[in-house]
């Protein structure tokens, strides 16, 4: 409901415009306060004086809020929601809704297919202008203890990426920006109501990064908000882990590299889990652990050091990166990692992208490759919907599933390969997930 204003003899409602010093009565919506209310401040705030008492608090400007209606609300700005605001920005009114990490993210690699996603976007020139280092070579110690490369020059899809995070992920959120997609920076998913039968049903409750509220009404909402699943759950969507997998992660300072690994991917199974570790375009050493959150040696890799110790330990590839690495007592990153999936992807003028519909294992290494092609191709089922399309989200509902059931089938399959230590609780939980893969029950995680 509108703020009314109480002591103007207009008895007019308020309603906050984006200039910060100057309010707009509703009843005239294109004449500013100065030339209506007879009870006009002289001093120099521009803004009625029955008005602006206690608007400085943060608390009274919170009761102002402004209600809007667009086609498309995207709960969320990672790669997901970005390529499919990007896209449906031709074709409708859309809003971008979220906040950008505050910090470095782990997830630096990009398989050579996602070439076809880019350029799709019409990105990749722009992409390999910001200087993302290729990945040529892949080794791993996985099943045995002998190492395995795999040379990028042998893969038909060419080599991959190491990416630097942050400069990718703004490229394509100005994609979206700059085909005319609305950036609410900050602004984060608060509360959602679905009204059967309006022309735009859901009216969502957002929080700025200022800490006011905003109020939109869509369409269509779509959950891009990764793990969190925030549009999902509050549409009434059920979302299902299959594991407690955790990544605990450094950026480490670059040591000695062997020449054989110089510049390569490197993984390894080790008893309680398994290790990754790559070299990002700036220099630094990637050292992740992914392990159950219920494990033991969560406790022990708590810190840098901690965790470069515990390397030392349990490897053998990764070890011979770790030489001349230094780390620090301060704590390491901790990250998800576990394998999610909305028991729907989509619903009634709402649909999921992302790891919000489907978030992968990073053993899969396909976790943004899979935002991309859903942000693609869910914008093409957003806008069948728009058209009055009736099987549009259905039927991306369907397209999940079948994603789902592949990558349940594959990664069952490569954690099947590795065997040497079937009584520790991790790799026992695994086996446990080949066979839910081959049509088992499977224990779930809640």
Same mark, same amino acid.
């Given at each position: 409901m509108p703020t009314f204003h109480r002591r103007c003899r207009w008895k007019t409602a308020l309603r906050p415009c984006r200039q910060r010093s100057r309010r707009f009565c509703a009843a005239r919506p294109h004449r500013?306060?100065?030339?209506?209310?007879?009870?006009?401040?002289?001093?120099?705030?521009?803004?009625?004086?029955?008005? &602006?008492?206690?608007f400085a608090g943060r608390n009274e400007r919170a009761a102002v809020s402004m209600e809007r209606q667009l086609d498309v609300l995207v709960a969320g700005a990672g790669p997901a929601g970005a390529v499919i605001a990007a896209q449906l920005a031709g074709h409708c009114t859309v809003a971008l809704a979220g906040r950008t990490p505050s910090g470095r993210q782990i997830g630096e690699s990009l398989p050579g297919a996602a070439s076809v996603p880019l350029r799709d976007l019409g990105l990749w020139d722009r992409f390999l202008a910001q200087g993302h280092r290729p990945a040529w070579s892949h080794a791993s110690a996985w099943g045995q203890s002998e190492t395995v490369q795999r040379d990028a020059l042998l893969d038909p899809q060419g080599h991959g990426w190491i990416l630097g995070r942050t400069a990718f992920d703004g490229l394509l959120r100005d994609a979206a920006t700059e085909r005319g997609a609305e950036w609410l920076a900050g602004a984060m998913l608060r509360a959602a109501h679905h009204e059967p039968g309006?022309?735009?049903? !859901?009216?969502?409750?957002?929080?700025?990064?200022?800490?006011?509220p905003l109020r939109l009404?869509? #369409?269509?909402?779509?959950?891009?908000?990764?793990?969190?699943? +925030?549009?999902? +759950?509050?549409?009434?969507?059920?979302?299902?882990r299959t594991d407690k997998l955790v990544c605990l992660h450094a950026w480490l300072p670059p040591g000695r590299d062997t020449a054989a690994w110089a510049g390569a991917t490197l993984i390894e199974a080790a008893p309680? =889990? !398994? !290790? *990754?570790?790559?070299?990002?375009?700036? =220099?630094? &050493?990637v050292l992740a652990f992914h392990t159950d959150a219920d494990q033991p040696a969560v406790r022990e890799c708590k810190t840098q050091a901690g965790l470069l110790a515990y390397a030392r330990e349990q490897t053998l590839l990764i #070890?011979?990166?770790?030489?001349g690495l230094d780390a620090r007592a301060q704590p390491v990153g901790i990250a998800p990692a576990y394998s999610q999936y909305c028991a729907a992807a989509a619903g009634v003028d709402w649909m999921a992208v992302g790891d919000a519909a489907?978030? @992968?294992?990073?053993?899969?290494?396909?976790?943004? @490759?899979?935002s991309l092609c859903t942000g693609l191709q869910g914008a093409q089922h957003a806008i069948a919907h728009l058209d009055g399309n009736a099987q549009a989200l259905p039927a991306w509902t369907h397209h999940?599933?079948?994603?789902?059931?592949? *990558?349940?089938?594959?990664?069952?399959? *490569?954690?099947?390969?590795?065997? #040497?230590?079937? +009584?520790?609780? @991790?790799?026992?939980?695994?086996l446990e997930l080949a066979k839910a893969a081959a049509g088992a029950p499977a224990m779930a995680y809640s």
């Open positions: 500013s306060i100065r030339s209506t209310c007879p009870s006009l401040s002289t001093r120099a705030t521009k803004r009625c004086c029955c008005c &602006t008492r206690g309006a022309r735009h049903p !859901w009216l969502c409750e957002l929080l700025t990064a200022d800490g006011i009404r869509c #369409r269509l909402l779509v959950d891009a908000s990764g793990r969190s699943a +925030r549009a999902a +759950r509050l549409a009434g969507a059920a979302v299902h309680q =889990g !398994w !290790w *990754y570790s790559v070299q990002v375009p700036h =220099g630094d &050493t #070890r011979a990166r770790c030489e489907l978030a @992968f294992d990073p053993l899969a290494s396909q976790g943004l @490759f899979n999940v599933d079948g994603v789902r059931a592949a *990558y349940a089938r594959n990664l069952a399959a *490569y954690y099947a390969m590795e065997q #040497r230590w079937p +009584r520790e609780p @991790f790799w026992g939980r695994r």
